[in-house]
């Protein structure tokens, strides 16, 4: 059963994601090929299995749930979790490349590490690979008791569009798995590369995966598929999963960059990019010192977003796609 959905896994990448992949140089990480990497991957005995469990994991923890909440409504409540700031970012269908890339970002990572280290790079390569399923599974720990949702334009004029009302239901907003992928990603390369002595050689494509980071996060908003306030609970999820490589203060540098850096024209203007940064940063401590109370007490790092889906309007219509 597992070995099909290898497959189905491979082609939902390869058709979401293949043009933002077009790179040229080999010494970029979106040079890499997603296609070679699944076989590199899923090629060696003592990272395939863990590989398909991988794909397990995101199949079990994102599709399986959505949909069958969709076709059985009302077995798990359905918050709204919009901000007025949502209205201040502006609905730019050409982001959607950027935002799709969120899976590719990190098999595309493993395909890099693989291509350059060799065997060498297994055992490290393995750790991501359960990381990241496991990381399918804890945000699933949120959308099993409370799902989320938010005011997405029924846009379909792009067949990318069209894809993504077909096969999301758009129902786990909070917290963003696109987020903390892309965190888990960048921070967690850091730390292999770091472990291997190897941080002067790679700082390029260090940067790279950061500041890809920060253009899939902010494409997320772009095309309207998450609000201000998923961001904040990814980001504390993302403390609360790993506060080693991603502590407050990381969380508060990569904040910072959020609708900030240089650009020649930029959608959101400086006023607004600070208002919702605020917001961000102020909703991700507003989580972070509800869970210092809740730890006393032996609660768990889900009770502040449970508590903040708790207090949102509920959305009863959940097959509404």
Same mark, same amino acid.
């Given at each position: 059963?597992?070995?099909?959905?290898?497959? /189905?896994?491979?082609?939902?990448?390869?058709?979401?994601?293949?043009?933002?992949?077009?790179? $040229?140089?080999?010494?970029?990480?979106?040079?890499?090929?997603?296609?070679?990497?699944?076989?590199?991957?899923?090629? #060696?005995?003592?990272?395939? *299995? *863990?590989?398909?469990?991988?794909?397990?994991?995101? %199949?079990?923890? %994102?599709?399986?749930?959505?949909?069958?909440?969709?076709? &059985?409504?009302?077995?798990?409540?359905?918050?709204?979790?919009?901000?007025?700031?949502?209205? #201040?970012?502006?609905?730019?269908?050409?982001?959607?490349?950027?935002?799709?890339? &969120?899976?590719?970002? =990190?098999?595309?990572?493993?395909?890099?590490?693989?291509?350059?280290?060799?065997?060498?790079?297994?055992?490290?390569?393995?750790?991501?690979?359960?990381?990241?399923?496991? /990381?399918?599974?804890?945000?699933?720990?949120?959308?099993?008791?409370?799902?989320?949702?938010?005011?997405?334009?029924?846009?379909? $004029?792009?067949?990318?569009?069209?894809?993504? +009302?077909?096969?999301?239901?758009?129902?786990?907003?909070?917290?963003?798995?696109?987020?903390?992928?892309?965190?888990?990603?960048?921070?967690?390369?850091?730390?292999?590369?770091?472990?291997?002595?190897? @941080?002067?050689?790679?700082?390029?494509?260090?940067?790279?995966? =950061?500041?890809?980071?920060?253009?899939?996060?902010?494409?997320?908003?772009?095309?309207?598929? +998450?609000?201000?306030?998923?961001?904040?609970?990814?980001?504390?999820?993302?403390?609360?999963?790993?506060?080693?490589?991603?502590?407050?203060?990381?969380?508060?540098?990569?904040?910072?960059?959020?609708?900030?850096?240089? /650009?020649? $024209?930029?959608?959101?203007?400086?006023?607004?990019?600070? $208002?919702?940064?605020? +917001?961000?940063?102020?909703?991700?401590?507003?989580?972070?010192?509800?869970?210092?109370?809740?730890?006393?007490?032996?609660?768990? =790092?889900?009770?502040? /977003?449970?508590?903040?889906?708790? @207090?949102?309007?509920?959305? +009863?219509?959940?097959?509404?796609?």
């Amino acid at each position: 059963m597992v070995p099909p959905l290898a497959a /189905l896994y491979y082609y939902y990448v390869k058709i979401m994601t293949e043009p933002a992949s077009n790179k $040229k140089t080999a010494a970029v990480i979106a040079a890499e090929s997603v296609p070679l990497t699944f076989v590199r991957v899923l090629g #060696k005995p003592y990272l395939r *299995t *863990t590989g398909l469990l991988c794909i397990a994991s995101i %199949f079990r923890n %994102f599709f399986f749930l959505q949909y069958r909440a969709s076709f &059985f409504p009302g077995r798990i409540p359905v918050s709204r979790v919009d901000h007025p700031l949502d209205n #201040k970012v502006p609905f730019i269908p050409g982001r959607v490349n950027t935002y799709l890339d &969120f899976v590719a970002f =990190w098999v595309r990572t493993l395909g890099f590490l693989v291509r350059t280290f060799g065997r060498g790079i297994f055992e490290p390569v393995r750790n991501f690979l359960e990381s990241m399923g496991n /990381l399918y599974a804890y945000a699933a720990e949120v959308y099993k008791t409370n799902l989320s949702t938010t005011d997405r334009p029924f846009y379909i $004029k792009q067949p990318r569009f069209l894809l993504i +009302h077909m096969v999301d239901p758009h129902l786990m907003c909070i917290p963003s798995l696109h987020v903390m992928v892309v965190i888990r990603t960048y921070t967690l390369f850091r730390e292999i590369i770091k472990g291997l002595g190897e @941080e002067e050689r790679f700082t390029a494509q260090a940067e790279e995966l =950061w500041q890809g980071a920060l253009d899939i996060t902010e494409a997320v908003l772009y095309v309207k598929q +998450h609000s201000v306030n998923c961001i904040s609970a990814a980001l504390y999820a993302m403390t609360c999963f790993e506060p080693r490589l991603f502590p407050p203060a990381e969380a508060e540098h990569f904040v910072s960059c959020i609708f900030a850096r240089p /650009l020649a $024209k930029k959608p959101v203007n400086d006023e607004d990019g600070s $208002k919702i940064r605020e +917001h961000i940063l102020s909703l991700y401590k507003r989580f972070l010192a509800q869970r210092e109370e809740t730890a006393n007490s032996g609660g768990d =790092w889900r009770e502040p /977003l449970l508590a903040f889906l708790k @207090e949102s309007p509920a959305r +009863h219509d959940t097959r509404k796609f």
